[in-house]
């Protein structure tokens, strides 16, 4: 399959794949962070904001919330979930907005969505550009220097009358700026089974090389990759939260 055709077609079953993530513990840590270190404004932005649950949270919790992405059957199904909020089919290395944003957030490691460093680099000049003054964006990332080809996290459901089995890990090859995200799908219906096999071209960077990208445009906070407290990163796990103030 073509790069974003899993996510085309299976987009009706892409809140099942990710059953397994807990949507409000990531989207209340987040508005924590902008609590203390943005501003009161309440113009957020999700990038790569897929089928909309995070700003589900957000539209719920006060915000005047939008979403981008580049897949339009997903934002059909975010516009479901989100009626009031406005979502538009940008790609996140080069979109624009209406008015500045107080919060920018990038959820699921979908920042490295970027398939490359130039991409990157353009993503990061269209967030600063598109928030506010003291604006913040929020993002997960992993370091490539980190990732254990060997791990594959898998989780299944039951939906409709078949039941789903769910894979994805991470692939580095130890050299370049290219990484990749490995998914399974398989589908099994009265004993049948479908299955899918996908991998998503994308950016590959140590935190070091990140924290360069980012300095010239922010001030940069790096925190544990923990939804539950705020903990600064200790430099030893490959996973962090980055928090981002617009200088």
């Known amino acids: 399959m073509s790069t974003n055709a899993l996510y085309t077609d299976l987009s009706a079953y892409y809140d099942l794949m990710c059953a397994d993530i807990d949507y409000p513990a990531q989207s209340h840590s987040v508005r924590r962070l902008h609590q203390l270190f943005g501003t009161a404004g ?12 995070h700003v589900r949270h957000f539209l719920d919790c006060g915000y005047c919330s939008a979403g981008l992405d ?10 479901q979930r989100c009626p009031e909020a406005q979502f538009s089919r940008q790609d996140m290395a080069n979109f624009q907005v209406a008015e500045p944003q107080d919060l920018i957030t990038c959820f699921l490691y979908s920042i490295h969505y970027n398939a490359g460093l130039e991409k990157l680099r353009a993503c990061l000049t269209s967030v600063h550009a598109a928030l506010a003054e003291g ?11 980190k990732i254990d080809n060997r791990s594959f996290v898998r989780h299944s459901v039951e939906h409709d009358g078949s039941l789903f089995a769910f894979g994805s890990g991470w692939y580095y090859s130890g050299e370049g700026e290219r990484q990749a995200l490995r998914l399974s799908i ?13 991998e998503h071209p994308m950016v590959a960077l140590s935190f070091a090389e990140l924290q360069v990208l980012l300095e010239p445009h922010f001030e940069v906070q790096v925190f544990e990759h923990d939804y539950e407290r705020i903990t600064p990163w200790a430099g030893a796990s490959g996973n962090a939260l980055f928090v981002c103030v617009k200088r």
Do not use: S, Y
């Open 70 to 79: 580049i897949n339009q059957p997903m934002l059909d199904i975010a516009q």
């Open 42 to 53: 309440r113009n957020h932005l999700d990038l790569a904001c897929g089928t909309g649950p």
């Open 135 to 145: 604006g913040v964006f929020c993002f997960n990332a992993v370091d490539k220097h």
């Open 186 to 198: 398989e589908k099994t219906t009265a004993g049948q089974t479908q299955a899918w096999q996908d």
